[in-house]
Structure formats: structure tokens, C-alpha cells
């Protein structure tokens, strides 16, 4: 009997060590920009409190434009990294590399610009998340930016748990400035419904692609649906079964250390793979590329 109990515990043990995890990152702060609701400051606040109440080390990958350019924005920041998340790096202005308009030459030199900034907040890392997620359209970006990184010591921030969280967001926004009153619950059902879509289908990738489960990388944003629901989510993800790691632990896994061949990389990082094995179209990909899309049209059924 000893030696079954034994054996369970081992089992059980061996089958806590690979469960199913998820770090929580966070694009485009933090932004000054006023919302319906909540100030930036109040935002922010909330985001931080949200993180500290489930005890989650989260990172922040901070488009300096939007608010750490100035002192009222780079206080907001700062509060993140004195908190103990890791502070990473998004660009000045959020350009897309994939834009004809757009060159290596400027895109690297919004990343220096705003390492000056991110450089002095506590919790900084020399990590760097492409806007749009997107590497560029021409061999010569995709290769120009990976010699960049290299050269410069930058981890690609990938994302594997790609979310739609910032529709939501405009639609959130547009319905209470429409009506300041307005019955959001609706919105907030389908935020966590998307979260919990997404989160199911890029585990079911990650295994048909790696044959297990990875540490997911989830991709939120500095916005109000977060500033509101993020307590929500996070409690969703552990009702869910999934341990909350660190960016910094979830990055240590092999699935990060080698880019896909693709020429495009674009959105997960996971769909990236399946598109450099040939993977195409498989069932489901259609609620992974469309931007919310679903959700916003059921919210119009209301």
C-alpha cells in the first residue's frame, strides 16, 4: 500500500511539474490617454492591484510615446518595476515594420530612443516585442532586426497565447462614451469567454505542434478592459487548472530559443510555427486570426 501511495505521489508530482502555465505580459503602456472611465493614474492602479492580488510577476513592454516620454507617464512606469514586473521595450510610437513606409533603419532607431527611457526604470530588461508582432516584410528586416537584437543583447519578448483584448477594448470604450451608465456586463462576459477560447486553442497547438504543453506567453494590453476585468481573468486562468509563472520562467523554455523560418512571423508565435511546418490552415485557425471578430458580432445579438 505504502509503495502505491508512493507511487502517486510521484505521479502526481510529475504531473504538477508539467501543468499548464502562463505568463502574463502587457503591451503599449502605459498610456496617458483618457478613457470614460478611470484616470491613467486610476488605471494603472488597478492593473497593479490586480496583479498583487493574486501575487502574479507580470512584464510590461512600454511604447514610450504613449505616456513614459513624460513625467506623469514615466512615474506610471515606474510604479510597475518597483512592484517587481520586468519592464521591456515597444518602441517610441508603435510603427509596423511590415509598412512600406516604414524602415530597419527608423524602426531600430525607435527602439534606442526609447531605451533610453526604459533603461532607467527599475525591473528593466533588455527584452524588446515587436509591434503587431509583426518581424517585417522583406528578408532584409526579418535578418536586420535579428543581427540588431543579437548584437544588442535583446531577447525577442515572443507571444505564444495570442489575445484580441484590445478590440474589446474599443468597444468597451465606445459604448460608455455613448452612455456612461451603460450595462457592460455583456462586454465583460465576452472578454472572458475570449480569454478562455484562446487560451484552450493555443494549448491544443502547442501540443499538436511541441507535443506538450509550453508555458504559454499571453498578450494583453495597458487598457481599461484590463484596468477593470484583470482580477477576473486571472482568477478564470486558476479556476482553469493553469499555474502563473513568470515571463522571465516562461521565456527559459526551449520554444523561445529559436525563431521560425517562416518569412512573415505574425501573431502567436505558435501560429508562426505551424506555418513554417507547412501546417496551413488546420481546424479551428479561423477564431485565432480574426481579431475578435466573433465576439464583437455576438455582442451585436445582444
Not at 502562463?22 to 486610476?42: H, M
Not at 531577447?155 to 484580441?164: I, K
Not at 477593470?228 to 502563473?244: S, V
Request: proline share 4%.
Amino acid at each position: 500500500m505504502k509503495k502505491i501511495c508512493s507511487a502517486l505521489a510521484l505521479y502526481a508530482a510529475a504531473m504538477a511539474a508539467h501543468a499548464q502555465s502562463v505568463a502574463f505580459t502587457f503591451d503599449d503602456g502605459p498610456r496617458l490617454a483618457e478613457t470614460p472611465l478611470l484616470s491613467p493614474q486610476q488605471r494603472n492602479q488597478a492593473l497593479l492591484d490586480a496583479l498583487a492580488a493574486h501575487k502574479v510577476s507580470a512584464a510590461l513592454f512600454v511604447t514610450c510615446g504613449n505616456g513614459a516620454d513624460r513625467p506623469a507617464g514615466y512615474a506610471l512606469a515606474q510604479a510597475w518595476g518597483q512592484a517587481g514586473h520586468a519592464i521591456g521595450n515597444h518602441t517610441m510610437t508603435h510603427l509596423d515594420l511590415n509598412s512600406a513606409k516604414v524602415t530597419l533603419a527608423q524602426y531600430q532607431q525607435e527602439i534606442s530612443d526609447c531605451d533610453r527611457i526604459t533603461a532607467t526604470l527599475p525591473g528593466y530588461q533588455k527584452w524588446f516585442r515587436f509591434t503587431f508582432l509583426r518581424e517585417g516584410n522583406t528578408p532584409e528586416k526579418r535578418d536586420g532586426m535579428r543581427a540588431f537584437l543579437a548584437q544588442r543583447g535583446y531577447r525577442n519578448a515572443y507571444v505564444s497565447l495570442d489575445t484580441s483584448d484590445w478590440r474589446l477594448d474599443e468597444k468597451l470604450n465606445e459604448v460608455l462614451r455613448a452612455n456612461a451608465g451603460a450595462d457592460v456586463a455583456p462586454i465583460r462576459k465576452a472578454y472572458l469567454s475570449h480569454l478562455r477560447q484562446r487560451a484552450q486553442a493555443y494549448r491544443d497547438l502547442s501540443r499538436q505542434l511541441e507535443g506538450r504543453d509550453i508555458p504559454q506567453v499571453i498578450l494583453l494590453h495597458h487598457n481599461l478592459i484590463n484596468a477593470l476585468w484583470l482580477n477576473d481573468a486571472i482568477q478564470q486562468f486558476k479556476d482553469m487548472g493553469w499555474t502563473i509563472i513568470t515571463p522571465a520562467q516562461a521565456f527559459a523554455d526551449s520554444v523561445y530559443q529559436q525563431p521560425p523560418d517562416k518569412l512573415v512571423a505574425g501573431q502567436s508565435l505558435l501560429l508562426s510555427i505551424a506555418r513554417s511546418k507547412g501546417l496551413g490552415k488546420f481546424p479551428g485557425w479561423e477564431r485565432l486570426v480574426d481579431d475578435g471578430d466573433f465576439e464583437i458580432e455576438a455582442l451585436k445579438a445582444e
